[in-house]
């Protein structure tokens, strides 16, 4: 009899370490949890800390705000020749890209090539093109659409 008291203490024993741990283990999930959303925000502020916006536009410089209305994403390249571009960025369909050019060029072509066709994939158009008129301390909004 003495033999299984002596057994069941030590079971006893045993749950309430293994209680004891589960708790301890518990309570460090819920304090990680409620962390979870802080420790999130604080990474995301500080991976943002770095980067500061310009407030202003340089002195000479124009905006140009494009905006993709095709139904594909489209490689953006701004010329100031019709044939002489330079690509200034990527555009899915509905986004805006903004982009600062020398007002001295009097205006600019805006031209979207479709990226699923630079890699050898079927739309329905080679490119969309838009001229934009440059003015001092104005914006120049291009809208690329295909019909």
């Known amino acids: 009899m003495s033999a299984l008291l002596a057994l069941s203490d030590h ?3 045993q749950e309430t370490r ?3 741990t589960m708790a301890a283990a518990e309570a460090e ?3 990680v949890r409620r962390l979870g959303p802080l420790l999130t ?3 995301l502020l500080m991976s943002c800390a770095g980067r ?3 407030s202003a536009l340089a002195p000479g410089n124009c ?3 494009v905006y993709d209305l095709t139904p594909h994403a489209l490689e953006i390249r701004l010329g100031v020749g019709a044939f002489a ?3 200034v960025g990527m555009l899915n369909p509905g986004e805006v890209l903004n982009y600062a050019v020398p007002c001295a060029h009097g205006g600019v072509w805006v031209t979207g090539i479709p990226i699923p066709s630079q890699v050898g994939a079927r739309v329905s158009f080679r490119s969309v093109d838009a001229w934009a008129a440059l003015v001092p301390g104005a914006r120049a909004d291009v809208a ?3 019909p």
Do not use: K
């Open 11 to 13: 079971r006893i024993a």
């Open 18 to 20: 293994r209680a004891a």
């Open 29 to 31: 999930w819920l304090t």
């Open 41 to 43: 925000a604080s990474i």
């Open 52 to 54: 500061q916006r310009p």
């Open 63 to 65: 905006a140009v705000v």
């Open 85 to 87: 571009s330079t690509p």
């Open 144 to 146: 690329l659409q295909w």
